[in-house]
């Protein structure tokens, strides 16, 4: 039989049959002693793996789809030189699937009181915390016939934080916010809730904003102009329950939720009012208060990086109870929950005027947009079917909307590319009505 690779080389060492050679081991089961003197010293001039220093480096944080480099030193203090295959192992949700093989498994040389770096390149596909497992190293000989191997634990962890991917909205949600704030000419004269400053009097402005007694005072006509109330508390409350973990095309309505409350933060926080958040299902999943403009955004996206639905039916309850705790005072909450109707019949609906009594109370909601689609589905018995089905939900949720607008609540319904937007809207179309 032909041999290839190393059973020729020790094949030529021993110039004898090499007996039983299994290339995934790293010995031989019957040699001969030449060999076997070959082998031996092939083993002791490996670099010893113990001894091995490890230190990292790197990204603590990514956003999801992004990319996270960890950069892992190897100092080699022993007198040999080492010539290793390194595994940096990561949970599997570290990687994109079919890619871990490659990105985790490196060859380096380290010349004997050297170091040297390689960078694992991270690119999770779920949130939370990633942390590193163990470095496995295997060191070989000059001939490669036998290594040494071991295992050690170098900690890091690499948190996966929301991809935020709704800020792309951002720029044209800000330029209404100015637009009401009267920092563009396209204002509509008198808009607003809070008191700016007084200006000549212009053909088309709203009679009903001129002062009069600052008119009294000089010879002209003089107006109030208006900008919306500043220094208002939003309260953006994430249901972490059951309904949260339902799948609403690739991505769990918690995390459409989760990226519709980050763009309203951050228009929030631009139009100088201060957010908190607060997840809840039986107990506060997150909380994050009390932070200042700057920080509210990095705030909020971490702590919502660790948040997973949990598979309970949550305590409305104890949501509204925690709620008020949270909000003392008047404030507009924001409550990204399921429009299901069970829910909000038996959950929501009887603790609502508690809610509604302090605060203006907003709900937005994550809609399937595969429901519109059955809506129009025809042309055979089981697309007519799918078609009525459809119907019936869509109508029972329109009425769950209706019976929480008769209550007083502000409901946005969407799918979860507009859901974002959507809300935006509504926060600014409050803000301009006076109701914040």
Request: hydrophobic share 40%; aromatic share 4%; with cysteine.
């Amino acid at each position: 039989m032909a041999l290839t690779g190393r059973a020729a080389l020790l094949a030529a060492l021993g110039s004898i049959p090499i007996g039983i050679w299994d290339p995934s081991w790293t010995g031989i089961l019957a040699v001969n002693a030449p060999l076997a003197v070959a082998c031996a010293c092939d083993y002791a001039l490996a670099a010893p793996v113990r001894r091995l220093g490890f230190t990292r480096s790197g990204d603590t944080s990514a956003r999801l789809g992004e990319p996270a480099d960890v950069t892992l030193t190897i100092t080699n203090p022993s007198g040999r030189p080492l010539r290793a295959r390194v595994r940096d192992a990561w949970p599997p949700s570290s990687w994109q699937p079919g890619t871990e093989v490659e990105a985790s498994r490196h060859r380096l040389t380290v010349p004997s009181g050297e170091r040297r770096r390689i960078t694992t390149r991270l690119r999770p596909t779920r949130r939370g915390d990633r942390k590193a497992d163990r470095v496995t190293i295997r060191s070989y000989g000059p001939l490669g016939l036998f290594a040494r191997q071991g295992s050690h634990h170098v900690p890091w962890t690499v948190r996966v934080l929301p991809p935020f991917t709704s800020r792309k909205h951002l720029p044209s949600k800000l330029a209404r916010l100015r637009e009401l704030d009267g920092r563009t000419s396209v204002l509509t004269r008198g808009e607003g809730t809070e008191f700016d400053s007084l200006r000549e009097y212009v053909p088309g402005d709203d009679t009903r904003s001129i002062d009069w007694r600052a008119t009294a005072r000089q010879t002209t006509v003089a107006v109030r102009t208006w900008r919306p109330e500043r220094d208002r508390h939003i309260l953006l409350v994430l249901d972490t329950g059951r309904t949260s973990a339902g799948r609403v095309g690739d991505v769990p309505r918690l995390d459409a939720s989760m990226d519709a409350a980050l763009l309203l933060a951050a228009l929030a926080s631009r139009a100088g009012d201060r957010v908190d958040l607060l997840a809840y299902d039986r107990r506060v999943r997150a909380l994050a208060q009390g932070r200042a403009a700057a920080d509210v955004l990095p705030s909020l996206v971490n702590a919502m990086a660790t948040l997973e639905p949990e598979l309970i039916e949550t305590d409305a309850r104890g949501l509204a109870a925690t709620t008020l705790r949270t909000a003392p005072r008047r404030s507009l909450i924001v409550l990204l929950t399921s429009l299901d109707t069970a829910p909000i019949e038996e959950g929501l609906l009887p603790v609502l005027p508690q809610l509604t009594q302090r605060h203006t109370v907003l709900l937005a909601s994550v809609a399937d947009p595969h429901i519109a689609a059955m809506a129009t589905a025809r042309g055979n018995t089981e697309a007519v079917y799918e078609a009525a089905a459809a119907a019936q939900a869509q109508t029972e949720r329109d009425r769950t909307a209706e019976q929480l607008r008769r209550h007083g609540v502000t409901v946005v319904d969407a799918t979860p590319d507009d859901l974002a937007p959507a809300l935006a809207d509504a926060y600014l179309a409050l803000k301009a009505a006076g109701r914040l």
